[in-house]
C-alpha cells in the first residue's frame, strides 16, 4: 500500500481499480466495507486521469462561489427543491448555525435531459428536469463537472459489480433484479452530481462539533462516490484563492462517519483516490446485506478557520424514479427502519419523503 493510501484510517478497505477492471473476486473486501461489520465505505485507488479531473473541477467551486450573488441567483432552482443549480443555506440537515457556510451546484453529470416523458418530469422534477448550466456566466463548470461526474459513474459501476457478486453469494435464488446494484446504476437516468463548496468561517470561535459543516445523514441513494476535498486560503472577497489544494490547516476537521456500534471515525481520501458509500436503497433491496452508515463533515476550528474554505464533489448513484424498493422475501423488518423508507415505496416515493426532511420549501 502506498504511503498516500495508507492515510486512509481506522482500516478503511482500499481496492485496486486494476483488479476491478480485470474482474477479480473482492467479495471478502465487499463484505468487510458494506457488510455488518463494516463502516458503509471503501477507497478505489489507481484511477486513470483522476487526479486531473479533480483538479480541473474542484477550484471552479471556490471561483463560483465567489461570483456575486445576483449571478449565483439565476441558477437558483427552487422548482426542482434546488436538486439542480445552485443551492445556499437550503439545507437543513443539522439546523443551526454554520447551515449558510456550504453552498453547492447540482447536475445530472450524464443527462442534460435525463427524462422525455413530460409526465414523469412533471412528477419528479427533483431527478428528470434538464440540467441548469451557468454558460454564460461560468463556462468552465459544465465541461469539468461532466468529466469528472461520469469518471465517478465508471468507477462505481465496478464497485457496483463487485457488490452484486459478493449479495448473489449470499442470496442465492432469492435474488431479485431489485438487488442487482450494477444493473441499476448502469440503466438509471437519475443520477445526480453535486459539487460542494463550503465557505471560510472567518469570526464564529464556537466549539466545532463532528457536524458543524455537514449534519449527520445517509444517502438515500444505492452507492456514493465520493471525490478528496480540496482546501483553499483566501481573504474575504476574493475571486482567486492565494494558496489551493494546501493541507487541512485543523486536523480534527473532515469527513466522519458513524458505525453501527456509534463509534465516530474520520476518514481521510487520498488525492489519487474515490470513496464510495452505500445508500440506503442499496440496504433496503439486499435486506441488510449491504449496509449504510451516518456520516457528517467536521468544520475547522477558530483561528484555523480564517480564510480556509473546502471545496469537493460526490456523485449519487441510484434507481429512476418509478423503480419500486423490494426488499427479499424474509427480510427482517429491523433492516428497513431506514430513512425515510416504508415498504411500497418506489425510489421516488422515498427521494420525496427524504427532501421533505431535509429541505425547508420556503427558504
Known sequence: MSSDVAGAKDGVVVLDYAKLVDGADLS???????????????????????????????????????????????????????????????????????????????????????????????????????????????????????????KMVEVGLLVASQCDRYVKARMGDRLSPDAQLERTIRESRACKARLLYYFAINEDATPRTRDSWCGWHSDHGSLTALCPAMYFDAELGAAEPARQDIPVPDPEAGLYVRTRGGEERKVVIPKDCLAFQIGESAQIVTGGLLRSTPHAVQALAHPASRNISRSTFAVFMQPDNEEHLRPPEGTNAEELRVGAFKPGMTFGDFARATFAKFYNPYG
Open 28 to 150: 471478502a473486501d465487499i463484505e468487510r466495507a458494506y457488510g455488518y461489520d463494516g463502516i458503509g465505505l471503501l477507497v478505489v485507488r489507481g484511477i486513470p486521469g483522476l487526479v486531473e479531473l479533480r483538479q480541473g473541477l474542484l477550484p471552479l467551486g471556490f471561483r463560483f462561489a465567489a461570483l456575486p450573488n445576483e449571478v449565483k441567483d439565476r441558477y437558483v432552482h427552487a422548482r426542482s427543491s434546488y436538486s439542480f443549480g445552485w443551492s445556499h443555506g437550503k439545507e437543513v440537515l443539522k439546523p443551526g448555525q454554520f447551515d449558510e457556510f456550504k453552498g453547492s451546484y447540482y447536475n445530472n453529470p450524464q443527462y442534460d435531459a435525463p427524462q422525455v416523458d413530460a409526465a414523469l418530469v412533471e412528477k419528479y422534477p427533483e431527478n428528470y428536469l434538464p440540467n441548469v448550466w451557468p454558460d454564460a456566466d461560468f463556462p468552465a463548470l459544465r465541461p469539468a463537472f461532466q468529466a469528472l461526474g461520469r
